[in-house]
């Protein structure tokens, strides 16, 4: 009897422990209850829980957690209907208040961030809620994890899934999108219109810049041939001048050769005249290529003491010119 006694005891005894000893999982937390009195927080690892006299109150997740925002229609600002979406990040911080200060703290995040939502997006326009994510966004956080700070939850983030404006007001803004890129490719164009024009006038501008640059330099140089010119001219001058003063006609027939070779063919290039006529005495002509053949063995001959001969200064020829108007 005895034996059996004990061994009933160490199988109640067995039991007992058995009952009492709780595992709690890395990540939650698990609060212990005495006669249904909040007492401790049990921590992740071996707890021993008494059985009978305490028990678990709540299983509380402490990871961070995602809650769907289930869709729904806002009226917006300027009275568009738009349907939402959107979902809420959270964790645990006080295991004690999540699981006594609210009844579902799941349920109250979601009822807390739909209607906030609500409130926010209503108070923007349909513009404002399409372009303003971020800040939509940020307001709703604020709102949000101030007023879940109580339940020992932190909302760490909310964020809009989807913003479905009614297909009439997507057709108006698919049309308003292309008439704003047809104007900016209509302003793009005639902007580039302009800039070619502008370039156009501007390589015109630098055309004739340059045109009058050469203009410029080469009448520069055109007068500094003829000042050349004329110095050369005034030299040959005063040469044939020394040398009729030296006593040399030889140098004066050399001159009216040239200046009578130089009329005749300005006869030959008139644009008035297209066939002319005129004598020409060989003797003459002879006359003056042996003066000018004078001049020049006088010139290499060095001979400046000799006094030539005085030749007869030859008549100048009459010419008479006959034009000949084809037309």
Not at 88 to 96: C, K, M, W
Not at 106 to 124: C, D, E, H, K
Not at 131 to 143: G, P, Q, T
Not at 257 to 272: C, D, H, M, R
């Amino acid at each position: 009897m005895l034996t059996t006694f004990l061994g009933a005891i160490a199988v109640l005894v067995l039991l007992f422990v058995m009952m009492g000893v709780k595992i709690v999982h890395q990540g939650y937390r698990y609060t212990i209850e005495h006669f249904g009195r909040f007492v401790r927080v049990a921590q992740p690892g071996f707890n021993f829980v008494p059985p009978f006299f305490y028990r678990v109150g709540h299983k509380i997740n402490m990871m961070e957690q995602v809650l769907d925002i289930p869709g729904q229609e806002i009226i917006t600002k300027d009275n568009a209907m738009v349907a939402v979406d959107g979902v809420v990040f959270f964790q645990v911080l006080d295991a004690a208040k999540a699981a006594y200060e609210v009844s579902d703290v799941y349920m109250a995040i979601l009822a807390l961030s739909t209607t906030n939502l609500r409130t926010v997006m209503g108070s923007m326009d349909l513009d404002e809620t399409l372009s303003k994510r971020d800040e939509i966004n940020a307001r709703l956080l604020n709102v949000v994890d101030h007023a879940t700070e109580a339940w020992g939850v932190k909302i760490t983030r909310v964020e809009l899934k989807d913003i479905r404006p009614p297909a009439d007001i997507v057709n108006a803004m698919t049309r308003q999108m292309k008439a704003e890129r047809e104007k900016r490719a209509s302003i793009l164009e005639s902007e580039g219109a302009r800039q070619n024009d502008i370039n156009r006038a501007e390589g015109q501008k630098q055309g004739q810049i340059l045109e009058a640059e050469g203009r410029k330099e080469a009448a520069f140089r055109d007068a500094e041939a003829r000042e050349r010119s004329a110095q050369a001219e005034a030299n040959a001058t005063k040469s044939v001048s020394d040398a009729i003063e030296g006593g040399s006609v030889q140098a004066i027939n050399y001159f009216i050769a040239q200046k009578y070779v130089e009329a005749i063919g300005l006869f030959a290039t008139s644009p008035n005249a297209k066939t002319i006529l005129f004598p020409v005495e060989a003797t003459q002509l002879m006359g003056t290529l042996g003066g000018i053949g004078e001049l020049a063995r006088e010139a290499l001959s060095g001979e400046s003491s000799r006094t030539p001969a005085k030749p007869a200064v030859p008549k100048a020829p009459v010419i008479p010119v006959v034009p000949r108007v084809q037309g």
